[in-house]
């Protein structure tokens, strides 16, 4: 009861005052109203206009181990691979393989059809028994001669000169029988067989063509040799070493991670690509696999030393800059830094341009500026009802 005695007297008070200011009600709703939309805009401009703070969430620079990984991507390749063609020109006669085929050890692969082998054959051959018959021939006469000049029939020079004739016989023969032992080691040689058990990877001649000495006609691997060769950042691959352990990822097994081991690091880096290459040997490699296929390679290296790090998100480039937004009086300030090693738990090394304690800029929910205004906090998820 009194306070609706109060709020008469009061509204009674508003009224009379109105009349002595000459306002009348009209214009009093209209400056109300004029005062509300003021402050609905300035509140609207303020959080969602082009004047409205940024919103950031923030994580202090700390010390910490870190256990710094090396991510690299590479591909299976045969540490052992073949290439197996004619060493003379020829032509092929038959390929008793496919791709895919498993083979033995000495197993029969292919055939060549030397162009002139065989007559060279048939002719070597003739030339041998020729040589022969003249040594045999040159052998007795020089015996019959040894014999007159022992008894003085004829005179030493005479027999010198058949010893001659011998020995010149003596060296045909050995270079005819050498001519046709280098022709059956062609005709051999143009008779393809496995080196090793493997399996053939690529059938490049077909029967009836033609290939040149050294051109390949099959290729094989040993696929107990697979390997991953493996691409590495130059300057992040510090540490990197024959013995490391590595957790693979096939591309073509995506959600089964498998173990592996470095064991070798090529000593010729790509200049280019600003790369260093390493071999992985995957622990149990999978017989589905395929040659040429991509693989995702985490290097597990050596802990660190306590030093600063931060989370690899709050990481960012302005140009050719790498640095973080550090916070000032309240305000975000571009901050270049050295980086270092990345950990597993998304940690990155600081090697320099921090200091501990600094406040950096984790997320924000736009691009941050120069010294624009910001407003920290907790999160950037709006929390569910």
Same mark, same amino acid.
């Given at each position: 009861?009194? =306070? $609706? !005695? %109060?709020?008469?007297?009061?509204?009674?008070?508003?009224? *009379?005052?109105?009349?002595?200011?000459?306002?009348? &009600? /009209?214009?009093?709703?209209?400056?109300?109203?004029?005062?509300?939309?003021?402050v609905?805009?300035?509140?609207?401009?303020?959080?969602?206009?082009?004047?409205?703070?940024?919103?950031? =969430? $923030? !994580? %202090?620079?700390?010390?910490?181990?870190?256990?710094?990984? *090396?991510?690299?991507?590479?591909?299976?390749?045969? &540490? /052992?691979?073949?290439?197996?063609?004619?060493?003379?020109?020829?032509?092929?006669?038959?390929?008793?393989?496919?791709?895919?085929?498993?083979?033995?050890?000495?197993?029969?692969?292919?055939?060549?059809?030397?162009?002139?082998?065989?007559?060279?054959?048939?002719?070597?051959?003739?030339?041998?028994?020729?040589?022969?018959? /003249?040594?045999?021939?040159?052998?007795?006469?020089?015996?019959?001669?040894?014999?007159?000049?022992?008894?003085?029939?004829?005179?030493?020079?005479?027999?010198e000169?058949?010893?001659?004739?011998?020995?010149?016989?003596?060296?045909?023969?050995?270079?005819?029988?050498?001519?046709?032992?280098?022709?059956?080691?062609?005709?051999?040689?143009?008779?393809?067989?496995?080196?090793?058990?493997?399996?053939?990877?690529?059938?490049?001649?077909?029967?009836?063509?033609?290939?040149?000495?050294?051109?390949?006609?099959l290729?094989?691997?040993?696929?107990?040799?697979?390997?991953?060769?493996?691409?590495?950042?130059q300057?992040?691959?510090?540490?990197?070493?024959?013995?490391?352990?590595?957790?693979?990822?096939?591309?073509?097994?995506?959600?089964?991670?498998?173990?592996?081991?470095?064991?070798?690091?090529?000593?010729?880096?790509?200049?280019?690509?600003?790369?260093?290459?390493?071999?992985?040997?995957?622990?149990?490699?999978?017989?589905?696999?395929?040659i040429?296929?991509?693989a995702?390679?985490?290097?597990?290296?050596?802990?660190?030393?306590?030093?600063?790090?931060?989370?690899?998100?709050?990481?960012?480039?302005?140009?050719?800059?790498?640095?973080?937004?550090?916070?000032?009086?309240?305000k975000?300030?571009?901050?270049?830094?050295?980086?270092?090693?990345n950990?597993?738990?998304?940690?990155?090394?600081?090697?320099?341009?921090?200091?501990?304690?600094?406040e950096?800029?984790?997320?924000?929910?736009?691009?941050?500026?120069?010294?624009?205004?910001?407003?920290?906090?907790?999160?950037?998820?709006?929390?569910?009802?």
């Amino acid at each position: 009861m009194n =306070t $609706t !005695i %109060k709020l008469k007297e009061l509204f009674s008070s508003l009224l *009379l005052r109105m009349r002595e200011l000459d306002i009348t &009600r /009209r214009q009093l709703l209209m400056g109300l109203t004029l005062t509300f939309l003021l402050v609905v805009f300035g509140f609207v401009v303020l959080n969602s206009g082009p004047l409205a703070s940024t919103k950031v =969430t $923030t !994580i %202090k620079v700390s010390d910490q181990s870190l256990a710094p990984t *090396l991510f690299g991507v590479g591909t299976i390749e045969a &540490r /052992r691979s073949y290439l197996m063609g004619p060493v003379v020109a020829g032509r092929v006669s038959n390929v008793y393989v496919d791709v895919g085929n498993l083979v033995k050890e000495g197993q029969l692969l292919a055939e060549m059809d030397s162009i002139d082998l065989n007559q060279r054959m048939i002719a070597a051959e003739a030339q041998v028994t020729d040589a022969k018959a /003249r040594l045999l021939l040159a052998s007795e006469t020089h015996k019959r001669y040894v014999e007159l000049g022992n008894k003085n029939f004829i005179s030493p020079i005479v027999v010198e000169g058949k010893s001659q004739e011998l020995n010149s016989a003596k060296a045909i023969v050995q270079k005819t029988t050498a001519d046709l032992a280098g022709l059956k080691q062609q005709e051999l040689n143009i008779k393809l067989r496995a080196p090793v058990d493997g399996i053939i990877t690529s059938r490049d001649a077909e029967p009836g063509s033609t290939v040149i000495a050294g051109q390949a006609v099959l290729k094989l691997i040993d696929p107990t040799s697979l390997w991953i060769k493996t691409r590495f950042d130059q300057g992040k691959s510090m540490g990197l070493a024959v013995g490391l352990d590595a957790n693979v990822i096939l591309r073509s097994n995506p959600h089964h991670p498998m173990s592996g081991k470095v064991v070798r690091v090529e000593m010729l880096s790509d200049s280019v690509a600003e790369e260093r290459i390493a071999q992985i040997e995957m622990i149990d490699m999978p017989k589905t696999v395929s040659i040429g296929e991509m693989a995702e390679v985490t290097l597990q290296l050596a802990p660190s030393e306590y030093g600063l790090s931060l989370p690899n998100a709050s990481i960012k480039k302005r140009g050719d800059e790498t640095g973080v937004w550090v916070l000032k009086d309240g305000k975000p300030h571009f901050a270049r830094v050295q980086i270092g090693q990345n950990g597993l738990n998304g940690q990155v090394v600081i090697l320099g341009g921090l200091k501990s304690g600094d406040e950096v800029v984790l997320y924000s929910d736009a691009e941050i500026k120069e010294g624009q205004r910001i407003k920290v906090v907790d999160s950037l998820l709006k929390k569910s009802p």
